[in-house]
């Protein structure tokens, strides 16, 4: 799926700027957004894609859809969260880190490799994904369905 071409595949782009919603901005780094003391604080947020390489603003999959996003701390404590109807999740309360991550969806699921230390998800899942240098790829793109 990540050698798939740069599609808004749900053909619907936010066009509401900054206007407090939850719908808004989906691709783009809440956590650091939020963190300029604008909005609600997220401990953990980003957006989920029917496709790797979705481009900011587009719409993803949508709460209908049945996905969650399971996110599982250090201390084993764990959290479900549901995409709103833009494609964005978060979180408010505490994760202990490092922590994992993993979309299910329909009997499938599609699992982080490595333990995380930021929760925003969308900072590193870019429309073209984050490749530090020296180092194998880091995230090929979208936090997507399996």
């Known amino acids: 799926p990540f050698s798939a071409a740069p599609t808004c595949t749900s053909m619907r782009t936010w066009t509401g700027g900054n206007r407090g919603s939850q719908q808004m901005n989906p691709g783009e780094a809440c956590v650091a957004c939020h963190a300029r003391g604008e909005a609600p604080l997220f401990s953990l947020a980003g957006t989920l894609y029917p496709t790797a390489h979705e ?33 964005n999740f978060s979180y408010r309360g505490i994760i202990a880190k490092p922590y994992r991550a993993k979309v299910v969806y329909m009997g499938r699921e599609r699992a982080m490799i490595t333990a995380q230390t930021s929760g925003d998800c969308n900072n590193c899942h870019t429309q073209t994904g984050v490749m530090p240098a020296g180092s194998a790829m880091k995230a090929p793109g979208r936090i997507l369905l399996p």
């Open 55 to 87: 481009p900011d603003l587009c719409m993803g999959v949508s709460s209908a859809s049945g996905a969650e996003v399971v996110v599982v701390g250090a201390d084993g404590q764990s959290v479900t969260l549901l995409p709103n109807a833009a494609g």
